[in-house]
């Protein structure tokens, strides 16, 4: 009988133990970038059709109007290129490329990555366009078009934890209970619940079986 007991409560304990890791995993699995264009360091001698970053996973994007993500093109002196508009495909954010006079450019970035943070970082590039490339005029302030620019898209989700904490990159993360965790907390409950039912069953009926 006690052997009995120790088995389902080891089935109990290994069995909340895992469903506990499926419920923490998504809070720490932040996208991260697989693919840019352009990409670090590169030096560009023909002007692409967009400057673009692709994730391991697709982008949320809840609410379809572009809030928390963006592209900002910077060359050295600080002045901005491109509209500010950001196009969002399933693991891409892309934006319509334009380019001033040959030189140092940061691309800097932002998205909402599929856990619901907000993270971002930059890409420093090197500008020697052909003589036939159409060259554009810097502004003076980012652009601001759909999602915004990067100092104010920002979205609740990107907020402080409650004990103030932030993701590595500097951007802050917000977190909250979805309907994914709840299920898995109800599914480790009902389990335990299930394999101590079992070893009561189990206990009566070797009680009866013993019974002279």
């Known amino acids: 009988m006690r052997r009995v007991i120790r088995i389902g409560a080891a089935f109990s304990a290994a069995t909340l133990a895992a469903l506990l890791l499926l419920v923490a995993a998504p809070a720490s699995a ?20 967009e400057f673009s970053v692709t994730t391991n996973d697709v982008l949320l994007d809840l609410a ?9 093109i910077l060359d050295a002196d600080g002045g ?20 001033g006079e040959p030189g140092e450019y940061r691309m800097l970035w932002q998205l909402v990555s599929a856990d619901g943070h907000t993270i971002s970082d930059e890409i420093n ?8 490339q159409v060259l554009s005029e ?20 990107a907020s402080e934890d409650s004990d103030g904490s932030s993701d590595s990159d500097g951007s802050t993360a917000g977190t909250s209970v ?14 335990v619940l299930i394999a ?17």
């Open 138 to 157: 810097a502004l003076d302030a980012p652009p601001a078009c759909g999602g915004g620019s990067l100092e104010e898209s920002t979205p609740p989700a």
């Open 64 to 72: 379809g109007d572009g809030g928390g993500f963006a592209i900002q």
């Open 125 to 132: 590039f090197t500008w020697q366009p052909d003589a036939d």
């Open 178 to 191: 979805d309907a994914e965790t709840i299920v898995l907390i109800g599914a480790a409950i009902t389990l």
């Open 80 to 99: 901005y290129y491109g509209d500010g508009c950001v196009s969002i495909r399933d693991e891409s954010l892309s934006t319509v490329a334009a380019l």
């Open 30 to 49: 932040h996208n991260y970038l697989v693919d840019s264009t352009p990409l670090e360091g590169e030096t560009l001698t023909v002007l692409p059709d």
């Open 196 to 212: 101590g039912v079992a070893i009561f069953l189990i206990s009566v009926k070797r009680k009866k079986d013993e019974s002279p």
